[in-house]
């Protein structure tokens, strides 16, 4: 009899023909949800609907300070983002580059999201901009929030600002905040373009110029299952890492096929190999040996801050059948 398990992903193409019932999982009667990402990650950190989860990379990481560990990690990551992008500045200040940004007031929605551990360390390691400088302003994104979407762990010291009455696009807008790191565009980003822009002119040369350096392409996103159908089923991790990889390997095939576009743009074919000249044909790797410097960084960042007690090597993160991937 098959191991029935409930799966939550977001909409990516990384995880469709997993979704779709396209690529099964050995021993495995799947049950998959496919969510937008805040509702799901909210859903997940507050009643832990599902058995199995795309799960936001430095909160599984934390769970490692607990006690009881009730997440497996499995080493395929539904999103990786460089996030430079990600980082916008009201343009009436003249910011140009990360330094910049000292003793300035920064916008985040949540502490521990992974865009924002990566880019404070980033910028702390790489860009002369310590983490612990700016002033840092908590609050919803496009809309007031009255509270964190899930418990959140704070480092002494650093000086964090709670707003409950107005968004961080309508801070950023009205230069109440000199800076944003975010996940997605702010909507003054697109209502404001006069007052609203990107810190890098051109983020797509910082990124590769930073992953040339580092050969690191920062995971938004893992998947993670609960520890007590591990406990009960220990070929399960290697059999749900199978399944996300050939569910990956399908959408890396599908971009390729220029019949019909997979996605709405026009040079897709192009951009797509000229990703794969710079980056490797396999930039968006999956498993632990390509990725073990990538945890190493993680974890260090992490540590830096306070967000992770546990002096942790990368080979503590996974079960030792997928150390071997």
Known sequence: MSLHLTIGVSDCDRARALAE???????????T???PLQPLFNLQMTQHRFDCCEFPIATWLRHFDRPQQDYVGIPVFP????????????????FTKPSDLAGRRIGTMVWDMAAAVWLRGIFDEH????WRSPIYVNAGLNEARAGEDHPQQYPEGVAIEHVTDR??????????IDALYTARAPDSFFSAPDKVGRLFADPMAAELDYFARTRIFPPMHLIAVKRRFVDENPWLPRALFDAFVESQRLARLRLHDSATLAV????????????????GPAFWSAGFTANREVFATLIRYLR???LLARNLAPEDLFLASLLET
């Open 79 to 94: 999103s990786r983002h460089f996030r430079f992008s990600c980082v916008f500045v009201n343009k009436a200040k003249g």
């Open 33 to 35: 949800t496919v969510m």
């Open 127 to 130: 860009y002369g901009l310590h």
């Open 264 to 279: 709405g743009l026009p040079f897709l074919a192009q951009q797509l190999e000229e990703t794969e000249r710079r980056l």
């Open 21 to 31: 019932g396209r690529v099964p999982i050995a021993g495995v009667a799947a049950e």
């Open 167 to 176: 968004s961080l696009s309508e801070m950023l807008e009205t230069g109440e």
């Open 304 to 306: 830096a801050e306070g």
